[in-house]
């Protein structure tokens, strides 16, 4: 089972889209600008070069021209944004992507935005919680589980996202069932 780190930040009230990133500030004197991208590794955003970027309650539809890391991060370039003026204007914009624009993925394969919000059941019937994030150590990526209304206690606990530890994803009835001590 793995989880491949598409988005960390998921727009849960809207499942037809995924959020890829940020476009930070202008770079430069000719429309450029930076980006924090969620995807893993970075550069990853560039795959997708047909973007829907949100300032305040809209969305755009806007094309990557060019796309590059610069030091220890990522520039871009977009159709129509030619000047500083431009980049401005878009400082602080959400970058979008329709979901079905995400590649298909294999079985047992998830991305993380679909993981995010889960309920955790143990395979004795324990509920732990809900998956507010995940995050990525190295080893393996780590479930982070917050203890709310329906679950055992109000803990949160640090589950790692490995086979044994994971034993079912139920993405159609919101559930993850996980072979982990509660006391634990």
Do not use: C
Request: glycine share 10%; no cysteine.
């Amino acid at each position: 089972m793995s989880a491949l780190k598409t988005s960390v930040q998921g727009d849960k009230s809207a499942s037809e889209r995924v959020q890829l990133g940020t476009l930070t500030s202008p770079h430069g004197v000719k429309g450029g600008l930076k980006v924090y991208s969620y995807t893993s590794p970075i550069e990853n955003i560039f795959q997708y070069p047909d973007w829907l970027v949100g300032t305040g309650e809209s969305l755009t539809p806007m094309r990557v021209r060019q796309g590059r890391p610069q030091g220890k991060g990522l520039v871009v370039f977009l159709d129509g944004v030619d000047s500083r003026t431009d980049a401005e204007a878009l400082a602080g914009a959400t970058i979008w992507l329709p979901t079905q624009k995400l590649e298909p993925l294999g079985t047992d394969e998830f991305y993380w935005y679909q993981i995010e919000g889960l309920s955790v059941v143990t395979v004795s019937g324990d509920v732990l919680g809900r998956i507010e994030y995940l995050f990525e150590t190295g080893a393996n990526d780590v479930l982070v589980v917050k203890g709310d209304a329906d679950s055992l206690d109000k803990r949160e606990r640090l589950l790692p996202y490995i086979d044994g530890v994971v034993q079912r994803i139920d993405l159609e009835q919101g559930v993850m069932t996980v072979d982990w001590d509660p006391e634990f």
